[in-house]
Structure formats: structure tokens, C-alpha cells
């Protein structure tokens, strides 16, 4: 297993090995994340925002602050070079002359990989289009071996915008290395794109659905996600669907005890602020996943750690 150099383009790039790896070394970040490190010292990150963020973007930054390194970037292209015309890849070409590390999120679908051919430094899709999240599966399977104590054995809704939405993309495929049973819980307009359930057959029972109570005294994980509505090409479409589904108490009457409800984040109105007390909700538990997992993720590529 070797993580030194390499990108994260895909979660599809890594074994289930090497995501088992890449979670225990964020356990043992843990403590760094609470006293800090000076692991990275003198190393310099590159974060490269075509698009909106919080918490992916300031994750990665914290992460490399409490390993003793420091950040570059923007997260307004406006202000760039871009913005003058500049392309993807002679702006990779250019920064990886002052980092040793690139994060980018951009609107296109397969932006990051087209980037990560340009530069010699490590690239991170910090998110590409409506196609992949890499990191944010990994924070999510983080959050369920720490909430749930495994991912083997249990069965798991992932419902919302399964089209547009990228995090469950990538979830999708991460939790296909596992022995899980998948809910795809979601609106017919909105169903999980074909070619991830064509990917992940034959490795896990998915089963779509539209009726979310229905398999709430089932399951173990429910995975809620908005309704991405900047990549809807038609605003009409996002009207009909708009405000389509809701997971609140009385949603939640026939849950398991031990249910978790995790979301990438930002939520709209699709679990309401009700929720946010009842023992299920790990949502907020999540966003810490993302600063350990993240300090995982930079070590182990810029090889501070194995
Ligand atoms: C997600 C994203 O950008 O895909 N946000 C995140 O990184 N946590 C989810 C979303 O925007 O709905």
C-alpha cells in the first residue's frame, strides 16, 4: 500500500484495503486534531474553489494547520486569473509551483482528473460536478465505523437527490466494498444514476424505493441528502420536485433505537431543525469526521506517515 504522490480523484481509485487504511490513520489523528502537530511543517496546500463551500474547504484548511502547515488558494475564481480566462490546466501548471498539494472543486465533471494529469503535485476532488466526492465518502464511512463501531452487516438508506448529488456518488461506491444491504430512497425523477448501480451490482444488494417509512424500521444508517438545485438544467423540473421529500419526527416514529441520520451538509428543508435533538441525529458529529479524515488524507499522500 502505497499513498505517497498519488491523487484522489475517485473513490473507485482505492481497495477496500486502502480505505480501511486511510480510516484508521484518521483515528489516529484524533489526538493530533486536539493537541496539533508539526507533522507538515513547511508544506503548503493549495485549495482551488470553481464552486461554493464551508465545510470541504475549511476542513482542508484546518486539517493542514493542526499538522503545522499552511494553505494558499481561492475560493472566489472571480478574483483569479480565471476569471481573465486563464484554463483549468495551465492554473494547475502554475500552482503547483507554490504547493505541494492541490484541492480543487469545479462544476465539471471530470475537472479533477483532467487537473490531476496536469500537475506532478497530489490533486484532491474536493468535488466535480454532480459526478464524485471522494473525501466526503470517506468522512462518512468514518462516522459510521465511529457511531455504529463497523460497516459489515448493515443496511443503509442513502435517499434524496441520488441523480445530481455527488456525495452519494461516491458513498455509493465506497460502501459497495463492504457487506451492506442499500436503500436508494429518492423520487422517480431523482433516482440514483444508472451507472452507479450498474457499478455496484453483484457486489451489494441495492434496492430502490420511493416510500422512505416504509424501510425506516429496517435500517441502521440513513444517509439524507438536499435536492442539488444548481445542476438542474431545467428550473421547471426542480419545481416539481422541490420540497418532494422530509424526514421528521413523525417520520422517524418506527426508526431503530440505534439509527443514525448522517447529511454532507448544507441541509435545506429536507430534515428539519426538530431532528437536530433526537439521539439520531450525527450530522454535526460528521463534520468533525472530515477534519480527521482530511488530516489523514494529507499526511499519507505527502508522506509523513505510511
Ligand atoms: C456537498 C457537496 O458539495 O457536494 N457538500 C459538502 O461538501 N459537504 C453536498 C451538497 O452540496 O449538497
Given at each position: ?16 484495503d ?7 490513520v ?56 480565471v ?77 434524496g437527490?441520488l ?93 431503530k ?8 451538509l ?7 431543525p ?9 450530522y454535526?458529529?460528521?463534520?468533525w ?18
Open positions: 500500500m502505497r499513498f505517497k504522490g498519488r491523487d484522489v480523484i475517485s473513490i473507485k481509485d482505492f481497495t477496500k486502502e480505505v480501511n487504511h486511510i480510516l484508521r484518521a483515528g489516529e489523528m484524533e489526538p493530533l486534531a486536539k493537541k496539533g502537530s508539526d507533522m507538515l511543517r513547511g508544506r503548503i496546500l493549495a485549495t482551488l474553489f470553481f464552486e461554493p463551500s464551508t465545510r470541504t474547504r475549511l476542513s482542508f484548511e484546518t486539517a493542514m494547520y493542526k499538522l503545522g502547515g499552511t494553505t494558499i488558494g481561492f475560493a472566489e475564481p472571480e478574483i483569479s486569473s476569471r481573465k480566462g486563464e484554463s483549468l490546466a495551465d492554473t494547475v501548471r502554475v500552482v503547483e509551483n507554490y504547493a505541494d498539494i492541490i484541492v480543487l472543486r469545479h462544476p465539471l465533471e471530470g475537472a479533477a482528473r483532467f487537473a490531476a494529469e496536469y500537475a506532478e503535485v497530489p490533486v484532491i476532488n474536493a468535488g466535480s460536478g454532480a459526478e464524485e466526492h471522494p473525501t466526503q465518502a470517506l468522512l462518512d464511512l468514518y462516522t459510521i465505523v465511529k457511531e455504529m463501531g463497523r460497516i459489515d452487516g448493515l443496511k443503509i438508506a442513502l435517499a437527490d441523480r445530481f448529488g455527488r456525495t452519494v456518488h461516491s458513498l455509493a461506491y465506497a460502501l459497495s466494498l463492504y457487506d451492506v444491504k442499500l436503500y436508494m430512497v429518492s423520487p422517480p425523477t431523482l433516482r440514483m444514476r444508472s451507472e452507479v448501480l450498474e457499478d455496484i451490482k453483484g457486489r451489494v444488494e441495492a434496492v430502490e424505493t420511493e416510500d422512505m417509512e416504509s424501510i425506516i424500521p429496517e435500517i441502521d444508517v440513513l444517509y439524507v441528502t438536499r435536492i442539488q438545485k444548481e445542476r438542474f438544467p431545467d428550473p421547471a423540473e426542480y419545481e416539481k420536485v422541490r420540497g418532494s421529500y422530509r424526514v421528521d419526527l413523525n417520520t422517524l416514529r418506527n426508526a433505537d440505534n439509527l443514525i441520520i448522517l447529511h454532507p448544507p441541509r435545506t428543508d429536507e430534515v428539519p426538530e431532528v437536530d435533538m433526537t439521539p439520531y441525529a450525527k454535526f458529529k460528521q463534520v469526521s472530515g477534519v480527521v479524515v482530511r488530516m489523514a488524507l494529507l499526511a499519507l499522500l505527502l508522506g509523513a506517515v505510511e
